[in-house]
């Protein structure tokens, strides 16, 4: 069925998001053009992110642009964090996922992405570089770095990147990953494989 240029394009653009095909796509867009006035609520929050929102220039968050210096996060310039620990991510979207537990205290590092030879990303594709220096510079000596990367190959390929950049720009720092094994309320007979091998690797004492 023909469809008028506009629409052609508005679903387009709403099927390259994350988590929506063509079929989503149209039930947002009608959706939306099923009220006006939510859609131009939305194309004016678009456009305020646009021109307002930045990545912080220390970690790599999203950040509100500041004009008059450099574009810091809320967390960066947070003065009750703990700059001596410092949490090595993959995306932003895991340092929400982190902050909703409420648990860490210290600073991020947002690396942009893992090492993939299959979806061609090396390691100058990642902020590696703002890592390090960030590393011999601080003002804070680090002391700790957390390296929460997944557990794939190539999560695992660049957590070695990683540590082997710490072992160079802080030696002094110890090198940690986040725990792996069992999740919260699991049954250990709906568990795969890897995790339970990894539950037994990673096993405390009581």
């Known amino acids: 069925m ?8 508005l679903l387009k653009q709403l099927a390259r998001l994350p988590g929506l095909g063509p079929r989503s796509a149209q039930r947002v867009a009608l959706s939306l053009l099923a009220a006006p006035e939510k859609l131009a609520e939305l ?36 003065p009750r964090r703990d700059g001596s620990m410092l949490c090595v991510v ?5 340092i929400w996922a982190l902050e909703k537990g409420g648990e860490f205290k210290g600073r991020y590092h947002v690396l942009g992405g893992v090492v993939s030879a299959l979806q061609g990303v090396s390691p100058d594709d990642l902020s590696l570089g703002q890592l390090e220096q960030r590393l011999r510079t601080a003002a804070v000596p680090v002391q700790e770095v957390i390296l929460a990367l997944g557990a794939s190959l190539e ?41 339970l091998g990894l539950a037994l690797l990673h096993r405390q004492r009581l």
Request: hydrophobic fraction near 40%; charge should be negative.
């Open 155 to 195: 999560g695992q390929t660049t957590s070695h990147l990683v540590a082997s950049l710490v072992h160079r720009a802080a030696p002094q720092a110890v090198l940690s990953t986040l725990a792996k094994g069992m999740p919260v309320g699991a049954s250990v007979d709906y568990l795969d494989e890897g995790t």
């Open 43 to 78: 194309a004016t929050a678009l456009q305020r992110a646009q021109a307002e929102l930045g990545n912080c220039n220390q970690c790599g968050n999203i950040a509100a642009r500041n004009a008059a210096g450099p574009c810091l996060c809320e967390l960066c310039t947070d």
């Open 2 to 9: 023909a469809q008028p240029i506009a629409l052609a394009g």
């Open 90 to 94: 993959e995306t932003v979207a895991d």
